[in-house]
């Protein structure tokens, strides 16, 4: 005779078998650590549902990168460095980012060319760009790409290459060649984490890469960034302060970064 499994078994093999890819536990974990400071093995094993084992090989490998530090029964950041949270996710200070954004307006073409980067706060442009005049707006991000395709008076131009899942940009050879070819009026950038000491850096390789030729294809770079960034470092460089032409940031500045910035020579705007 065949032996029944409770059901509490059955709803449990179901759960199993919608389980988590690698990289959406690594999202979860990590935003666990952005919010809570710190995380718990035995909590993702219930909040994910799976076995201890695979949440310490997720460690493991979160560490290997950079991400994390591994503790008794769990894992904490990595001093100040940075990790990458999906853009969609990015939802924090978002009021800050629509300010940043409409104060860029000034900075804005009457007609003409400009560059949009990958990021949550370049990503508001979409919405806040004036529909007035004749504009062409490359991006080498497919959602930015989508919400201005509509716009009677703006040519999109969309670079090509691998699309990173995470920020949905377009990166390496591709995107390359594309940025080789280009020269716009003003680039908008955006960047994970900046710092004086160590300028412009972002968790991957691949748009780091792509981030530095942006600088090339532009006449004027104008850096997108709310005040959390600041004092930041990431993994991977790809700019220095000198080779921004103004920082757009919000009011939540401290005082004394805000000053150390512009000793720099840095121009800041606040938003």
Not at 1 to 8: A, C, F, Q
Not at 174 to 195: K, M, P
Request: hydrophobic content about 40%; charged content about 25%; overall charge neutral.
């Amino acid at each position: 005779m065949t032996e029944r499994r409770p059901r509490s078994e059955k709803r449990q093999a179901s759960s199993d078998a919608k389980a988590l890819y690698p990289t959406q536990r690594h999202q979860v974990i990590l935003d666990r650590l952005r919010v809570a400071g710190r995380v718990d093995v035995a909590d993702m094993m219930t909040d994910i549902g799976v076995t201890n084992e695979t949440i310490r090989k997720d460690l493991i490998e979160l560490e290997r990168q950079g991400l994390l530090r591994r503790v008794h029964g769990g894992a904490v950041p990595v001093g100040q460095l940075t990790y990458e949270p999906s853009v969609s996710s990015r939802i924090d200070h978002q009021a800050e980012k629509r300010r940043i954004a409409t104060a860029a307006l000034a900075h804005l073409p009457e007609g003409g060319t400009v560059l949009i980067d990958a990021g949550s706060t370049t990503a508001e442009l979409v919405d806040v760009l004036p529909d007035d005049r004749e504009l062409t707006v490359y991006t080498n991000t497919l959602t930015i790409a989508v919400g201005l395709v509509h716009r009677p008076r703006t040519t999109v131009m969309l670079l090509g290459g691998r699309v990173r899942p995470l920020t949905m940009a377009g990166v390496d050879d591709w995107a390359a060649r594309a940025l080789s070819e280009i020269n716009v009026d003003v680039a908008f950038l955006g960047a994970n984490a900046i710092s004086i000491d160590r300028g412009l850096t972002t968790p991957d390789n691949a748009e780091a890469a792509i981030k530095r030729l942006m600088l090339h294809s532009a006449q004027r770079r104008i850096l997108l960034a709310d005040h959390t960034k600041l004092g930041r470092v990431s993994l991977c460089k790809h700019a220095d302060l000198a080779d921004i032409d103004l920082l757009i940031t919000d009011d939540g500045v401290p005082a004394a970064e805000l000053k150390a910035l512009r000793a720099t020579g840095l121009t800041v705007e606040l938003a």
